[in-house]
């Protein structure tokens, strides 16, 4: 029932654009490292590049195994699944590059790839760019069907309350301690410097 595609072409494009989210599946290269499944969105947050070229739009989370891994090995699969309509699973293998806040290049690609981004800027912490390997598409048939009712506020919340309560440093000491390295213990979002007092 799948079938492989040599790049993503215009029919898929517009169906990649169609979906609610999409998932980010990574690992480290150590046998006894954890594997990690990311749900992402909105869908606004990937773009389609090129015929083999995405990107999305890392936020701030309660982790940073993704990023972690992509910056040990580069492995990324991002998969999309059709919740309303016809059934489809698609998958975009390849390797990924993360491109942080703090580099120098990431105002510009953010500017290129035009992304739906959250109403704080200090959500955001990489770019990752994906150069895609291998296109594929299956049934789809255990995929449920489910109703899109909206995005959550919560993000967008939680933002507003620490910058209220803490300013831009608030989220900065939360990417100190909570996305720095993995659970594995690999290096996930640099450092950011604490203020001199």
Known sequence: MGREYEAIDDHLHDWIARQSMFFIGTAPAA????????PKGPIGTLRVLGPTRVAYLDLVGSGA????????NGRIVVMLCAFDGPPRIVR????GAAVLQSD????DLLAECGFEQPEHSELSRAIILVEVTRIADSCGYGVPLMRHEGRRPHMDAWAAKKLRTGGAEAIADYKREK?????????????VPAPHG
């Open 65 to 72: 195994e993704t990023l972690a891994h992509i910056r040990e």
């Open 31 to 38: 046998l006894d490292g954890h594997v990690n499944v990311s």
């Open 92 to 95: 975009l293998h390849g390797r």
């Open 179 to 191: 996305n720095g390295v993995s659970i594995d213990g690999l290096p996930a979002v640099d450092p």
């Open 104 to 107: 120098s290049g990431f105002g």
